[in-house]
């Protein structure tokens, strides 16, 4: 619907209402947006959201950097998106949008599998892999329907990140995912 009436915006996919969820649910589990310091063994928490995006480049996989994108609504974050992606792939990203991340988020779109082990990308304490949207047969109610379903995977640092605090990130980000209008409000 929101497509239909973009304008000249860019179109919108499922990143910018992820990178949405992310800068809502991360403020609640802030060990997840985080980086790790192995020499001097110091971890920093980060009250902005520098989303690392993973883009494949014909120079392999690069991480260009969304910052503050907490503070952006889903059309900036999808202008965002199609910039940084094709600067990164044709090589004409600055250092700054290339450093600088504090979690990543990796999709493959519908080349992926249902799952993946995302592997974390340094000093960052976490990372989310988007894996394929599918149609699945859905109870509901007393009836079954085919709805659109879909795994993310999480990555963390346990010498960081708790096991329970990761789930129940996971959790917070599934509940904004499953009702997006909680995401385009205030």
């Avoid at 999709?107 to 000093?123: A, E, K, Q």
């Avoid at 990761?166 to 904004?176: D, E, I, N, R």
């Amino acid at each position: 619907m929101m497509n239909r009436d973009r304008g000249s915006n860019p179109k919108l996919t499922l990143l910018p209402f992820l990178i949405t969820a992310m800068g809502k649910a991360l403020p609640e589990w802030p060990m997840l947006n985080a980086t790790y310091d192995d020499d001097a063994n110091v971890i920093t928490r980060h009250g902005a959201l520098h989303l690392g995006m993973a883009t494949q480049t014909d120079n392999g996989l690069m991480v260009a950097v969304i910052r503050d994108a907490q503070n952006k609504n889903v059309w900036q974050l999808a202008s965002e998106i199609v910039h940084l992606a094709d600067a990164a792939r044709s090589g004409k990203a600055a250092r700054e949008e290339l450093m600088g991340s504090t979690i990543t988020l990796s999709s493959l779109g519908p080349m992926g599998g249902i799952t993946s082990t995302p592997v974390i990308n340094r000093p960052e304490v976490a990372i989310i892999a988007v894996n394929k949207v599918e149609d699945k047969l859905v109870p509901i109610d007393d009836e079954i329907e085919v709805r659109k379903r879909m795994n993310l995977s999480l990555s963390c640092d346990h010498r960081v990140v708790d096991g329970w605090d990761a789930a129940s990130f996971m959790q917070t980000l599934k509940g904004y995912i499953e009702n997006p209008i909680r995401l385009l409000s205030a």
